[in-house]
């Protein structure tokens, strides 16, 4: 019996891949499905999605295929295409991105999986493949040897020779309402060299007035306190947008833009600026203060200057430099991680080409 078990295990597959070969870079093929089935497979995007370029886009947010009995009875497959695939629109097409697999029979959903494409190390278009049980309602693995219900398949751990490299694609912004306030956060892009990312700010008033403020942080979410979300009764509109810093003086291409309208906390400010013209040098003290581990420094510049950052510990020894370049006039603020820091008094201090300041803070483990 067990001679008889090894021989059907291996010869499953060959029966499979023995089937006429099709364009698509993803197969969903039936199995235990009887004399008559009709099931509908969904691919639904989860987050952003980039096209053949690798370009965020709005396209191939959901793809659909369904397999009547009627199909050509030795081949009842499912095949999706691969944006990035020279014959991508023979068959419905999905995108780079992560996308929940589900198979649909009569309006409801039986099982699913997810699918995760977000890489740029391809060559050429990989083909997976898959199975779906129509009698137990269950997609297992191109083996028939595991259920796969529910799991995060992957294409570089699916394909030899790809590997999960971001470096490539187009940062995509995902904002959401925590506590009233805008939060932030997208894909890492993974480079050697990167610094971290800048935020692009842009606050529009609605009693007039515009500004653009950039925001440096080594991490990939950020809080904007400074803008309370009122999509009914808000005056104000806040613009944001991500480019990583790859180094001082260059950055990646920026990704999507998100506008959120609500009331911005530094309408005074602006307000100010517009009527009396003062324009000002400020350090600002950072927030929280005490803080573990991190904190924020802000600070505003008058006119265009170069700019050294620069946190010294208690005996006036550099700890690390956070800003040594050119920057425009305008607000800024960076995110200071003391992780690998012992607690105690830390001092800050900016030069400029017209101003100097020092202010203190305090890590507090």
């Known amino acids: 019996m067990k001679k008889i078990l090894f021989i059907l295990l291996i010869a499953f597959p060959v029966l499979i891949f023995g089937q006429p070969r099709t364009t698509g870079e993803i197969m969903i093929d039936l199995v235990n499905y009887g004399s ?22 709005s396209s191939y947010s959901s793809a659909s295929v369904t397999i009547p009995t009627q199909q050509h009875p030795q081949l009842k497959r499912a095949q999706f295409d691969l944006v990035i695939s020279t014959e991508a629109g023979n068959n419905p097409i ?35 493949y898959f199975l779906y049980d129509y009698s137990s309602k269950h997609f297992r693995n191109a083996a028939n040897t595991q259920t796969i219900d529910g799991t995060h398949q992957t294409i570089w751990n699916l394909v030899e020779g790809i590997d999960h490299n971001t470096s490539g694609l187009e940062l995509y912004l995902n904002v959401s309402n925590q506590g009233g306030n805008p939060y932030l956060s997208w894909n890492a892009y993974h480079d050697s060299n990167i610094l971290g990312y800048n935020i692009y700010q842009k606050i529009t008033l609605g009693a007039g007035g515009t500004q653009t403020n ?59 600026q517009e009527s009396s ?16 581990p991190s904190t924020i420094l802000s600070y505003h510049l008058k006119e265009a200057s170069f700019v050294n950052l620069t946190v010294y510990n208690s005996i006036g020894e550099s700890v690390t430099e956070l800003v040594n370049q050119r920057q425009e006039q305008g607000n800024y603020s960076i995110e200071f991680n003391a992780l690998n820091l012992p607690s105690g008094i830390y001092f800050y201090k900016i030069q400029t080409d017209k101003f100097s300041d020092v202010k203190k803070m305090i890590l507090l483990r």
């Open 94 to 128: 999905v995108g780079i991105g992560l996308y929940r697999i589900s198979a649909v029979e009569g309006g409801t959903e039986k099982a699913y999986f997810y699918m995760d494409w977000r890489t740029t190390d391809y060559d050429t278009s990989p083909d997976v």
């Open 277 to 292: 013209k003062e324009l000002y040098y400020k350090l600002s003290q950072n927030y929280p203060n005490p803080f573990n």
């Open 36 to 57: 008559s089935w009709n099931v509908t497979f969904e691919a639904e995007a989860i987050g952003g999605v980039w096209d053949e370029n690798y370009y965020v886009t």
């Open 214 to 272: 950039v925001i440096f942080t080594t991490s990939t979410s950020y809080l904007d306190d400074d803008f309370e979300i009122d999509p009914k009764f808000g005056d104000d509109q806040v613009e944001y947008w991500i480019k990583a810093k790859i180094s001082s003086s260059q950055e990646s291409l920026n990704g999507n833009h998100v506008q959120l309208t609500g009331d911005s906390f530094i309408q005074w400010k602006l307000a100010n």
